[in-house]
């Protein structure tokens, strides 16, 4: 499809294992992001990549989370030796090149749920 | 000051009802502003962008008032779908980086 495509749609694992969270983005998208969104809370930033520019990892709550992406395509996002407070649904959003000093729209995809045992 | 700052609500009304959500951003200088609604249990859609004319679509529309520093969106004649959570997103910093505030959630009710 044309969309922003995420997997594994869910995942269970249990506590210490290490989980990787695959986001392809819409074909020609410069801008990706990871978010992490806990029940019934708000979007929470994780890390954002600009073209060829050095990503924004601002958002990554401590060492055990880790993100890549190759040139302008998929992006992987790794948590290391997971935690039950890990459990959330990561969303992942792309957006096209910027015109001017103007941000193109974000489009999201369906996220994927991790829940830790 | 937060960088993009929404009342949480929540915010209950009636069919019919006309309802009103502000959202203040931090940076004079940020070009880029959207509203967008989460759904429960889904991901965020865009509901529309916001120029700095004002812009309407249907029963929505959204301002810009750059010197206050703060957008808003007006729902006309709520209607049960209308219930979700609506987001405000701003670009704030040179690297094109979009911020979310944290949302207003929207009950409609019969």
């Known amino acids: 499809g044309a969309g922003v495509s995420q997997s594994p749609s869910n995942k269970v694992t249990e506590k210490g294992k290490d989980v990787e969270l695959r986001c392809d983005p819409i074909?020609?998208?410069?801008?990706l992001y990871w978010y992490r969104q806990r029940l019934g809370q708000g979007l929470e930033f994780l890390i954002y990549?600009?073209?060829?520019?050095?990503?924004?990892k601002s958002g990554l709550p401590s060492d055990r989370f880790s993100a890549e992406r190759t040139g302008e395509s998929v992006s992987t996002l790794t948590i290391q030796r997971t935690q039950q407070e890990d459990s959330a649904v990561y969303l992942c959003?792309?957006?096209?090149?910027?015109?001017?000093?103007?941000?193109?729209?974000?489009?999201f995809g369906e996220g994927s749920r991790l829940t830790v045992l | 000051r937060k960088e993009v700052e929404q009342d949480p609500g929540p915010f209950n009304v009636p069919e019919g009802a006309t309802v009103a959500f502000n959202c203040t951003y931090s940076?004079?200088?940020?070009?880029?502003f959207f509203w967008y609604r989460q759904d429960c249990r889904k991901e965020p859609k865009l509901l529309m962008s916001?120029?700095?004319s004002g812009n309407e679509d249907g029963r929505f529309t959204a301002q810009l008032n750059r010197a206050s520093q703060y957008i808003s969106l007006l729902i006309r004649d709520s209607k049960l779908s209308d219930s979700a959570t609506y987001l405000c997103?701003?670009?704030?910093?040179?690297?094109?980086?979009?911020?979310f505030g944290k949302g207003t959630l929207l009950t409609v009710n019969p």
């Open positions: 959003a792309s957006s096209p090149p910027p015109r001017g000093a103007s941000t193109g729209e974000l489009f």
């Open positions: 074909s020609g998208h410069t801008a």
């Open positions: 990549f600009q073209g060829n520019s050095a990503p924004d």
């Open positions: 940076n004079s200088a940020s070009q880029s």
């Open positions: 916001v120029y700095s």
């Open positions: 997103v701003v670009n704030l910093r040179s690297n094109y980086k979009l911020t």
